[in-house]
């Protein structure tokens, strides 16, 4: 029985979570009982990720209603991969965010602040479960309603201020999607996305397909954070509550990212639309924009989250290049580091936030020495940092590898040399933080933490390293995902 409704528990247990949460208060059992089903969910995700790469695409019919007239559930390879990525990440910083949020906003808030990280989480699952257009509208409400509780719930004027401008220009965005969406409605008459697909090549020479396009495209750019609509992640990343960034950087615009390539390439016919080349071509320029603006900004500033929010912005620009080469290569490297960017920017943020525990600061000058201090979560800084760089032997090199595989396919020599400058600049912000956090001349006295913060950074770490070493199952997986998107045998 659970088997055969596994795809649809896997939204629906941190749905029912969420109230159960609520009503447990502020017992203990509930920060157990809410890593209790987050565990049992990412062991939903695994087994169905096996099931998909064994036996292909699942589909799950709500309500016994058939698609197109009923919502399907469909679960692709990348969905598959995508979900495992979420349910675990979800799983592991829960015991996490439980002690840093008890820290930071007090035992009275955590558990609101738990609720509506359960909400994120289904929210965020939702979006790549589902087949019906109408329904990731829905589910990429429900993430972004409880990003914006997460990010105000410190009750700081910057962090308000922050969810404030989030919330305006996630609100465009959504609204534009939701344009796009009601447009694509109004030709074909269905919301179904495999439904869309079939029907969108008959009316793909009109107007309104062009139109309903550019307003899918920049609604989900916004929420992706694609430079030049990247403004509202950067006080998002430096004044939410420590405990809830790492989450944030990990996952939000990785999922975003993947319903634009679900989009792109399962819903529009780009090949025969005449903006579709011309789209293409957009995105690829803003993604080497990105890349270098990015990791500028991320040069210039002292403040250590300001510096990988901004580097965050530059690797978002890695994978929508590989996105928009729109190649079965382009496509694999932009899932890989999709898949590993999300590990790699997870574990730095954990690591920034134990490390600024204490004085609150995430400055430069705040975090001298401190990594000798907390060898743990210095050592998976260090990982962290060699990975976001693209050193051999970890995850981030495989990444890096891959796109510029593609790039060299696609003859895309100047987007290369855009990508290798971005790399040499990220030594240096990267370097920044790792001399100070190891700077020996300051001796600064740290309060010791149990191993329900240390496992978490452990394990992300040991990811990105595992893959540097291992990537042949992501990379069949990435390759089998990127294949099935662009609709290859």
Not at 26 to 35: D, E, L, N, P
Not at 92 to 119: D, H, N, T
Not at 288 to 313: C, E, K, T
Request: proline share 3%.
């Amino acid at each position: 029985m659970i088997a055969q409704h596994a795809q649809i528990l896997v939204v629906i247990l941190p749905l029912l979570c969420a109230p159960l949460v609520l009503l447990l208060g502020k017992s203990r059992i509930a920060v157990w009982f809410t890593v209790g089903v987050l565990s049992v969910n990412a062991l939903l995700t695994w087994w169905l990720l096996l099931q998909v790469l064994t036996i292909g695409t699942l589909r799950y019919s709500l309500g016994n209603w058939p698609a197109p007239w009923g919502i399907e559930y469909r679960l692709d390879p990348l969905g598959a991969l995508l979900q495992v990525m979420i349910a675990s990440i979800a799983a592991v910083m829960a015991p996490f965010l439980r002690k840093l949020l008890a820290e930071e906003i007090g035992s009275s808030r955590q558990y609101a602040a738990l609720v509506a990280f359960i909400l994120l989480t289904a929210g965020l699952l939702g979006i790549v479960a589902t087949g019906d257009a109408f329904n990731v509208f829905v589910f990429l409400e429900i993430s972004s309603l409880s990003t914006y509780a997460l990010i105000a719930i410190a009750d700081k004027r910057d962090a308000l201020l922050a969810s404030f401008r989030y919330l305006i220009v996630g609100t465009i965005g959504a609204t534009f999607f939701l344009i796009g969406i009601g447009l694509v409605y109004i030709l074909t008459g269905t919301l179904n996305m495999d439904d869309l697909a079939v029907r969108l090549p008959e009316v793909s020479h009109t107007n309104t397909t062009q139109i309903a396009l550019i307003f899918v495209t920049i609604g989900i750019a916004i929420k992706a954070a694609i430079w030049p609509l990247h403004a509202w992640l950067i006080p998002c990343y430096s004044y939410a509550p420590r405990g809830i960034v790492a989450f944030l950087a990990a996952l939000s615009t990785k999922v975003a990212l993947y319903a634009l390539a679900r989009f792109l390439f399962g819903v529009f016919p780009l090949a025969d639309m005449p903006i579709g080349s011309v789209l293409l071509e957009i995105l690829q320029l803003l993604a080497i924009a990105a890349m270098l603006i990015g990791s500028a900004a991320a040069i210039a500033h002292s403040n250590v989250r300001a510096v990988l929010a901004y580097s965050s912005v530059a690797q978002i620009g890695y994978i929508t290049l590989g996105l928009a080469l729109a190649t079965s290569a382009g496509v694999t490297a932009a899932i890989i580091h999709m898949f590993n960017h999300a590990f790699i920017k997870g574990s730095l943020f954990m690591c920034i936030a134990i490390l600024a525990t204490g004085s609150g600061k995430h400055t430069l000058e705040s975090l001298k020495g401190l990594g000798h201090r907390m060898p743990i979560v210095g050592i998976a800084l260090l990982i962290g940092g060699f990975s976001l760089v693209g050193v051999p032997l970890t995850s981030g090199f495989i990444s890096k590898w891959f796109l510029i595989t593609a790039l060299v396919q696609a003859e895309k020599w100047i987007w290369i040399v855009a990508v290798l400058l971005s790399s040499v600049m990220s030594i240096i912000y990267v370097w920044k933080i790792v001399e100070a956090v190891f700077d020996k001349s300051d001796d600064k006295q740290v309060r010791s933490y149990d191993l329900s913060v240390d496992i978490p950074i452990v394990l992300l770490a040991a990811v990105s390293l595992y893959i540097g070493i291992n990537s042949s199952a992501l990379v069949s997986t990435a390759e089998q995902a990127s294949k099935w998107l662009l609709g290859m045998p």
